[in-house]
């Protein structure tokens, strides 16, 4: 597939509906963000935000669950992959867009070995020989720290430890050399050292291969220094985007404030204990007319609790949904 553009991925107004006995939950709500090729990007937020969904949605798989509706653009590389039928959608999941899933352990399928699961991909989508994809696959386990490789690739998932297993689906997301990984929670099962192996990996992949990278975490650490810009969601809206090092030193959204500040810092050690967010995020079956962060918001006024705040520019190149977001402009996080 050739192509000529700005941004590699383009996402408007993306929102994911699913229907519920409680009544329409609103689990992604008009999203719209671009990446540019070999770029690396954080989605970061609490649980239950809409990360995971928002990348599923991407990949085309929350459209085939009979309960959801999803609607906007998602344009990759001059395509919108929501427009195309199945058929084409699949010649470039897997291939052009992969992805890490979070749990390993519903994502392998138990009855294929790990032989079959990690060379099926590289044979579809590369054209390559059972044996010249087996090889392949054998590197990939090496260098996401399975041991004995040649031997391991013979085993089924179950006889694989949980970080084990999540080591395999890095390595079968990698195989093809995708221009856009979407990696959720790629290092939460593994120890410290091999995440930093990890991603090392994956920065490697961006480098040489010029892919862009989506990383969802809740770990701020993680995207302090794997990406160049971060994205910030709370109840499924994005509500501020910055650049790695502008956020962290000047957030200008209240949530990305709370974030932050229940975070241990090393370089700049806070006196007493971690601040946590007063309340519970909005229940997204329910969401209020205003702002979702409003009643857990210490800057709200009455305008926010009818009035939802529009993503708009603060300073150049950055974006925040609040009203008083000029409150936090140039502020450090205390």
């Known amino acids: 597939m050739s192509w000529e553009g700005d941004n590699l991925l383009e996402v408007t107004d993306l929102a994911v509906t699913f229907a519920s006995q409680e009544g329409r939950v609103q689990a992604v709500d008009g999203i719209s963000f671009g990446i540019r090729e070999g770029e690396t990007v954080g989605l970061v937020g609490e649980s239950g935000c809409g990360k995971s969904i928002s990348a599923l949605a991407i990949l085309g798989l929350v459209r085939m669950m009979s309960n959801s509706t999803v609607t906007g653009k998602v344009e990759f590389m001059g395509r919108d992959l929501l427009a195309l039928p199945e058929h084409e959608v699949r010649r470039v999941r897997g291939r052009d867009i992969s992805m890490i899933f979070q749990d390993p352990v519903t994502s392998l399928n138990p009855v294929l070995s790990i032989?079959?699961?990690?060379?099926?991909?590289?044979e579809n989508h590369l054209g390559l020989s059972h044996s010249d994809a087996v090889k392949r696959a054998i590197e990939l386990l090496e260098m996401v720290g399975i041991p004995k490789a040649a031997e391991r690739i013979h085993d089924y998932p179950h006889q694989f430890s949980g970080g084990m297993r999540q080591r395999v689906m890095i390595a079968i997301a990698l195989s093809c050399n995708p221009k856009l990984l979407l990696a959720d929670e790629p290092t939460t099962a593994l120890d410290v050292t091999i995440q930093a192996q990890i991603l090392r990996l994956m920065k490697q992949l961006s480098r040489d291969y010029g892919s862009a990278i989506v990383l969802i975490t809740h770990d701020l650490g993680v995207v302090a220094g794997m990406t160049e810009r971060i994205l910030v969601m709370y109840a499924g809206r994005i509500v501020e985007s910055a650049s790695a090092g502008e956020l962290f030193a000047h957030p200008h959204h209240p949530y990305t404030v709370g974030l932050l500040r229940s975070v241990p810092r090393l370089d700049e050690p806070r006196k007493g204990s971690l601040q946590s967010i007063d309340g519970l995020p909005p229940d997204l079956a329910h969401l209020p007319d205003g702002c979702a962060f409003a009643a857990r918001c210490e800057l709200r006024t009455e305008q926010c609790r009818?009035?939802?705040?529009?993503?708009?520019?603060?300073?150049?190149?950055?974006?925040?949904a609040c009203f008083h977001s000029d409150h936090l402009v140039g502020a450090p996080v205390a």
């Not at 009818?306 to 925040?320: C, D, K, Q, V, Y």
């Open 115 to 122: 032989e079959r699961q990690t060379t099926e991909g590289m």
């Open 306 to 320: 009818h009035e939802r705040p529009p993503l708009a520019a603060t300073t150049p190149g950055r974006l925040s």
